[in-house]
Nanobody
Framework: QLVESGGGLVQPGGSLRLSCAAS????????IGWFRQAPGKEREGVSC????????????YYVDSVKGRFTISRDNAKNTVYLQMNSLKPEDTAVYFC????????????????WGQGTQVTVSS
């Protein structure tokens, strides 16, 4: 099971940190991704961190629109992955989901063994 938290309402230019906590399995062995879906739009991959057991261990990936503003990271001791979001823009408004899969390449195209329930992020003045 994956549980997201940390969403909320923030003004443009502000920051939020989303958390994705896992229970029942160890995130070490999974690639973790953050996806988002805005009303009326398709789900979009935002960021991904590769599984620790792959040749690309620790590699991170970001969609162009968030590069330089968002940072994904792991805390293996807490079995949690974070998405630090800075310089937020109104177009970042969406429900954010985390997902986990044993294969980074599958996760990057939106296929995952586990999905969270989502957390709402609203960027508005």
């Amino acid at each position: 099971q994956l549980v997201e938290s940390g969403g909320g309402l923030v003004q443009p230019g502000g920051s939020l940190r989303l958390s994705c906590a896992a229970s029942g399995f160890t995130l070490d062995y999974y690639a973790i991704g953050w996806f988002r879906q805005a009303p009326g739009k398709e789900r979009e991959g935002v960021s991904c961190i590769a599984t620790n057991s792959s040749s690309s261990e620790g590699s991170t990936y970001y969609v162009d629109s968030v590069k330089g503003r968002f940072t994904i990271s792991r805390d293996n001791a807490k079995n949690t992955v974070y998405l630090q979001m800075n310089s937020l823009k109104p177009e970042d408004t969406a429900v954010y989901f985390c997902a986990a899969d044993q294969y980074t390449d599958r996760l990057r195209v939106g296929t995952a063994d586990y999905w969270g329930q989502g957390t709402q992020v609203t960027v508005s003045s």
